[in-house]
């Protein structure tokens, strides 16, 4: 037992933490809001010491094989811990400037860091639904948290009920499977399906249904409906928080489904896959052009990445695997920068997130101009940034792979999508400058913005090591 | 004779029902919140047969943990539902439109 439990102690710490926090704030009232914060932040630091002291020790299996500690579970959570440090970190500039600092942002952002955590290590369906739920209803209540806003709680109603319907979709998938497997592990599901020479229509039915609550989660067309009214009515914090920590989490339970108990059926899963990645793709790329809201045009980038992860999943095997989590790594890691400067955004007190607000920034703030327009051109693939070479790296999976179709339609899909971010650069350098934005002193949206922008344009000088890295990570899986 | 089968197809229709119910008739969000709970009762009748049929018992427990789970669920979204109520007055899904799609 103390075995397992040190096997969890990142979650522990995580959820521990939580707790006393939530008995601090429910003692000092408002007047906690400061100190929650901080400690949120102290518990993510000490969460990330731990993750750092155990990342060495050799997989294990704990609470009746439902959770598996490894180097893929501790490499994703560390990231994980990183974008809700960074989430959290950008959320209190703009609390404290609307007069809503409040101890229950920090507390519900941790608890959902811990079902999130639980996602990646999860190797059972009963951890993996309710780890899935644990993250699903604080994000619910986080989106909705908007300051008396219409719109954020709208935004809520629409998360709750298209992630009702994604867990509803799931839960049928897993019943389905668990009726043909007999088994609700991972590992004997594997073995079961490996012994069937022809999926019947229960296990069709079921790796379909839970397919489909996956692409909901990681936001994959046409399952992505929620993804820009969420986006662009929660609070522009939470909108950031949704924006990096939940997809880490579901890219990891989705690699941790697909390479473990459902290898057997990848002639089934690689051509769904395939639709999902080519709806996404040109779904993104083409809504996208029109989109005039900053944090809606963020909505549908992710969607399209998404699509681009996808096809290092379709390339399959490790590297395919590798290539998709560094993707996923230097899309996260830009669009954290992205949103420290959409919450930059302010004009006489007010929040402002068209792109037009943009309009020749580099004039008066050359600085966040210079950052946002390295990110804008990293996302749309521009070498010599991170963005290419994570682009670059999965199209070669697929080309080794023998699948020039996809890769050449994922090219030309990059090509339209790049429209919408070098016209970003473009009001930013050439439009008339708009009224200055409000000048507020944020040390921490400063720091994720430089973070971020170093990070893009730092990955030039060692290409090959955050690739390197995805390829320890993920070696457990195969 | 009631058998596996009956039972499957039971839980299927349900859960077409609900999913039927979500698309079809939407002109109120709570309606659309008990469409989603047939779904989810849909799946749990699944659970159930298949873990009666196989002698196992961690379907049935998982049914447990679905149950205490879409309880959270539901609670967390009426609050929600609420909170919307008082902004704008109704519960209407026509109602759920300054944000498009």
Sequence with gaps: MSTALAAIAPELTLAVMALVLLLLAAVRGQAAARPVLRGGAVALALVFAVLGATAGAPAQSVFGDMVVVDVFAT???MALVLALMAALALSAAPMRLDNIARPEYP???????VGMMGMVSAQHFLALYVAMEMQALALYILVSSGASSARSAEAGVKYVLLGALASALMLFGMALLYGAT??????????????VDAPGLTVGAGLAFLLAGMAFKISATPFHMWTPDVYAGAPTRVTTLLALAPKIAAAGALARLLFGPLEPLAAQWVPILVVLSVASMSWAALAGVVQGDLKRLMAYST???????LLGFIA??????????????VYVLSVAGVFAVILAMRRDGRVVTEI????????????????????????????????FFAKFV???????????????YGLLTTVVAAYYYIKVVKVLYFDIPAEPLDRAPARARAAVLAVSVLGVVALLLAPGLGLDVARVAVAPLF | MVTQPHFLFLASALFAVGAFGLFWRRHNVIVLLMCLELMLLAANLAFVTFAAYAGDLAGQVFVMFTLTVAAAEAAIALAILLLFFRGRGSIAVESLSSLRG
């Design chain 1, 75 to 77: 490499a994703l959570k």
């Design chain 1, 107 to 113: 507390i519900v952002t941790l608890l959902a860091g």
């Design chain 1, 182 to 195: 007999g088994a609700l592990d991972y590992v004997t599901i594997r073995t079961v399906l490996e012994g």
């Design chain 1, 303 to 309: 969607i399209g990445n998404m699509g681009y992860m």
């Design chain 1, 316 to 329: 399959g095997g490790a590297d395919g695997l590798a290539a998709a989590l560094f993707y996923l790594l």
């Design chain 1, 356 to 387: 037009v607000e943009l309009s020749g920034l580099a004039r008066s703030r050359p600085l966040l101009a210079a950052g946002m327009a390295a990110l804008m051109l990293s996302l749309a693939g521009v070498p010599p940034l991170a963005g």
């Design chain 1, 394 to 408: 999965v199209f070669k999976v697929l080309i080794d792979q023998g699948m020039w179709l996809l890769a050449v």
